[in-house]
């Protein structure tokens, strides 16, 4: 089974600055997808940004950018110029591309993210 | 135009009860899910539903019953309710197939059991 693990809970950053939230996860599969859903206050899930595995280049989205290790099984996610929106909890989730599986999504533990005047 | 509604957002309940949240989607998916956030706040798959049929169970307590009518419906009931049955119950949809595999979330139930 796979598993997702995010070892940050809580992470701050300054107004205008940079943060990367770290998130590792385990499969024996090839070909998968991974995401960062951000979840403010209000608990809706917005999808932040999403990668495919078997594309090398790493995903970017305006202000959002991963860093896409496959080897590692690594799947960070930098916030650039941090701004108060940015402030809530942040899930890295994994999916498998095998559709018989179900498409269900894995999800790690979430980091706090705090965002600093 | 809401994509994901969920009804209601909010149920307190007492133990024993039978309770029941609705799911709509209006984005022609063809997949609906089930999630439970618990109080750490930790996302865990419940159910899954392609075309009106189950394609996952995740070992969810049989008091626990999806019912999908349509490919657009997905309803969740809940029979005596538990205090550990608190939680945030979130509906989400997709494609099955393709490329274009990304879930949208509704907005969540936020279920409290007295």
């Known amino acids: 089974a796979q598993t997702v693990t995010q070892s940050q809970p809580e992470m701050s950053v300054q107004e205008a600055e940079t943060v990367t939230l770290s998130c590792t996860y385990d499969t024996s599969e090839s070909d998968y997808y991974l995401f960062w859903y951000k979840q403010p206050p209000s608990r809706q899930m917005i999808l932040v940004i999403r990668?495919?595995?078997?594309?090398?280049q790493n995903a970017t989205e305006n202000r959002f950018s991963v860093n896409f290790q496959k080897a590692a099984k690594s799947f960070s996610l930098k916030i650039s110029d941090s701004q108060l929106g940015d402030a809530a909890m942040y899930f890295c989730a994994y999916r498998s591309g095998w559709t018989g599986g179900g498409n269900k999504l894995t999800f790690g533990t979430g980091t706090q993210l705090k965002v600093e005047l | 135009d809401t994509a994901v509604s969920q009804t209601p957002k909010y149920l307190v309940t007492q133990m024993g009860n039978d309770k029941s949240i609705k799911c709509e989607q209006n984005l022609g998916h063809d997949t609906m899910y089930w999630y439970k956030q618990d109080s750490k706040k930790f996302l865990k798959i419940m159910f899954s539903?392609?075309?009106?049929?189950?394609?996952i169970n995740e070992t969810v307590p049989n008091r626990f019953s999806p019912k999908s009518p349509d490919k657009a419906h997905l309803n969740l009931h809940i029979n005596s309710l538990e205090l550990g049955d608190s939680a945030v119950y979130f509906c989400?949809?997709?494609?099955?197939?393709?490329?274009?595999?990304?879930?949208?979330f509704g907005p969540g139930t936020r279920l409290t059991v007295t």
């Open positions: 989400a949809s997709s494609y099955r197939g393709g490329r274009d595999y990304e879930q949208y």
């Open positions: 539903y392609n075309n009106k049929e189950l394609i």
């Open positions: 990668q495919e595995a078997y594309k090398q």
